[in-house]
C-alpha cells in the first residue's frame, strides 16, 4: 500500500494517539495506520477538495471512514490537535513545512513530529532546533533512485540549541545507519559540483567554503588546538602589525586547548557570545577587540564577562588584519577588481599599511563606482560629498573610519577615498578640495573580511566547522 517513505514515517508513528496526516493525497498512511491497528484515530488534512475526494474514497474502500477525519485545510489551520500524539508531513518541500509548523508552533508541545522533506531538509533542521525541539531520531531512506531524510522531533526545552550551518545539512543519522552515510555521500557530491561551479565562476570564498563541507560530510569534523589557530593566524596576518594604541591578540582564554567549532563576527556582542554558546562553539575570531580599553570592572553585561561564563575563547584581529596582506583593505580590492579592470600596481596609503591606493585601467564615473560599491559591501546607498570630481581612475581604500587619511590620499595624487564613519569637518574639506569620498559605513566596509578569514581557515583545517555568526549586522537601522 506505502511506498517507503511513508512506510518508514508509519513505522515511526508512537500509536499513543490520534494521528494527523497532513497534505495527505490519497490517505494511504490513514488506511495502514488503522487497518494495522497501530492507531484508532487519524485526522487526514488536505489544502485541495481534490485529493480529500480521492482520500473520501480510500477510506470507504477499507470501510474505516468512522476512524478518519478528513479535513479542508492549509497545513494545520483548521485542525483541532485535541488529543493527537503525532503529526506526519510528507511529501513537502522543507521550507512548506516550516511554514506549516510556524502557524501552529505554540501549539505543538508533547507531539511528536515525523517530518519528511522532499527538499531543503537543512532548513527544516534548522528551524526545529531553533524553536527547541529536538531530533529524537533521523533515518534515511531510499525510494527508486531517490534518498530521503525522515526527522522524528519532539520538543525539548531543556535541550535547546542552534545548528551550524554544516550540521544543519548533515543530519543526525546513526554511525550504522549505511543509508544515512550514503545519504550524506549523495550530499557531499552535490556540495562538491556547487562548490566547483563556483571556483570556476572566480567566488573562491563561497567555492572553499562548499568544498569543505563536502569533505566534512565523507570523513567528518575535528578539533584543532587553538594554540595552532592563533599561530597560523600570527603568520597570515602578524599581530605585530597592530598599532600601538591597538588591543589585538588572544584576548580570552578559557583554557580550552582544542575547538571544534568557529564563529567569525566582526564584533564580540553579547548576542555574538550567546550565538556561539547555542551552536557549542569554543572560539570566537572578531575584528574589533572584546577588550580594548584597560578594563576596571566588569559586570554581567560585559561580552567578556559571558564569554568565561560560557567556557569560550576569543582571538581579535584589528588594525593587523587591516594592514597585512590578504586583509580588510585587500579583500575590499579584490571584490572592486571583479567587477571592473584594475592595474596590478597596488600601493600602501600609509606607512602602517593600513590602507592601499590603486588605479583604474580606465577611468570611471561616480556614479557607476557608487554602483560598484554597492554590490561589493551588499548596501543599498551610499554617501558622497556634494562637490567632488564626477569622473575619477586613482583610489584611496581605508576600511572603518578613515576619513582622516583624506588628506594623505591628497597628497599622493589620489581623486577619491573609499572608507566609512566620515566626520562632518572631513565632508567640509572634501567639498572644498573638490576631493571624492564614498562613505561605505564602518561596519559593511569590515564585515566582509569574515568571508576572506572562513575561506582561509577552511582551507588550512578542513575538521574545523567555521561559521559566520548570523548575529554579525549592523548596529544600526535606517528609518
Known amino acids: ?27 494511504l498512511l490513514a488506511a495502514e495506520l488503522i487497518t494495522s491497528g497501530k492507531c484508532k484515530k487519524v485526522i487526514a488534512s488536505d ?10 474514497r480510500t477510506v470507504k474502500k477499507y470501510g474505516i471512514s468512522d476512524k478518519v477525519d478528513l479535513v479542508l485545510s492549509d497545513g494545520l489551520e483548521n485542525v483541532s490537535l485535541d488529543g493527537v500524539s503525532d503529526i506526519v508531513i510528507a511529501g513537502m518541500g522543507g521550507e512548506t513545512i516550516v511554514k506549516i509548523l510556524e502557524n501552529r508552533a505554540y501549539d505543538l508541545d508533547g507531539i511528536r513530529l515525523i517530518l519528511q522533506p522532499m527538499s531543503k531538509p537543512e532548513i527544516l533542521r534548522k528551524w ?12 534515511a531512506v531510499e525510494d527508486g533512485d531517490k534518498l530521503y531524510s525522515v526527522i522524528c522531533a519532539g520538543r525539548d526545552i531543556e535541550a535547546s540549541r542552534n545548528l551550524t550551518e554544516f550540521e544543519a545539512i548533515a543530519g543526525f543519522f546513526e554511525d550504522d545507519d549505511e543509508l544515512g552515510k550514503k545519504y550524506r555521500q549523495k550530499e557531499a557530491a552535490r556540495l562538491a559540483k556547487a562548490g566547483n561551479s563556483l571556483k570556476n565562476a ?5 567555492a572553499q567554503h562548499y568544498l569543505t563541507m563536502s569533505q566534512k560530510l565523507l570523513n567528518g569534523s575535528g578539533s584543532i588546538p587553538v594554540g595552532e589557530i592563533y599561530k597560523f593566524l600570527d603568520e597570515k596576518y602578524p599581530f605585530s602589525l597592530q598599532e600601538k594604541w591597538d588591543n589585538s591578540g588572544y584576548l580570552v582564554n578559557t583554557g580550552f586547548k582544542k575547538c571544534r567549532k568557529i564563529l567569525l563576527s566582526l564584533d564580540i556582542t553579547n548576542l555574538a557570545v550567546h550565538e556561539a554558546d547555542m551552536k557549542n ?21 560585559a561580552p567578556a564577562y559571558n564569554l568565561i561564563e560560557s567556557g569560550i575563547s576569543a582571538i581579535c584581529m584589528h588594525t593587523n588584519l587591516d594592514a597585512a596582506e590578504g586583509g580588510t583593505n585587500t579583500v575590499i580590492l579584490r571584490k572592486i577588481s571583479e567587477l571592473r579592470d584594475t592595474c596590478d600596481e597596488v600601493e600602501p596609503l ?23 560599491l554597492k554590490c561589493v559591501f551588499k548596501i543599498d546607498r551610499i554617501k558622497v560629498n556634494r562637490y567632488s570630481m564626477k569622473v575619477v581612475s586613482k583610489i584611496a581604500i581605508c576600511s572603518g573610519a578613515g576619513g582622516s587619511l583624506m588628506g594623505l590620499a591628497v597628497e599622493k595624487g589620489c581623486d577619491a577615498l573609499i572608507t566609512g564613519d566620515v566626520k562632518h569637518d572631513v565632508w567640509i574639506d572634501a567639498n572644498n578640495r573638490f576631493f571624492t569620498i564614498f562613505d561605505c559605513g564602518h561596519f559593511h566596509t569590515e564585515n566582509l573580511v569574515l568571508w576572506e578569514l572562513r575561506r582561509i581557515l577552511e582551507e588550512k583545517f578542513p575538521l574545523l566547522d567555521v561559521e559566520i555568526a548570523e548575529t554579525s549586522v549592523d548596529p544600526c537601522i535606517y528609518l
Open 281 to 301: 562553539a569554543d572560539l570566537i575570531i572578531s575584528h574589533h577587540p572584546v577588550i580594548f580599553d584597560p578594563i576596571k570592572k566588569i559586570d554581567r553585561f
Open 1 to 27: 500500500m506505502l511506498d517507503n517513505r511513508l512506510k518508514l514515517c508509519a513505522d515511526m508513528v508512537s500509536g499513543e494517539g490520534a494521528v494527523c496526516d497532513v497534505g495527505t493525497d490519497h490517505a
Open 128 to 139: 526545529l532546533f531553533d524553536n527547541n525541539f529536538k531530533a529524537m531520531t533521523e533515518r
Open 202 to 206: 572566480g567566488k573562491f570564498d563561497d
Open 350 to 372: 600609509d606607512d602602517s599599511g593600513i590602507g592601499c591606493i590603486f588605479n583604474f585601467k580606465e577611468p570611471v564615473d561616480i556614479d557607476e563606482l557608487s554602483e560598484i
Open 47 to 56: 489544502i485541495k477538495e481534490g485529493p480529500l475526494e480521492a482520500a473520501e
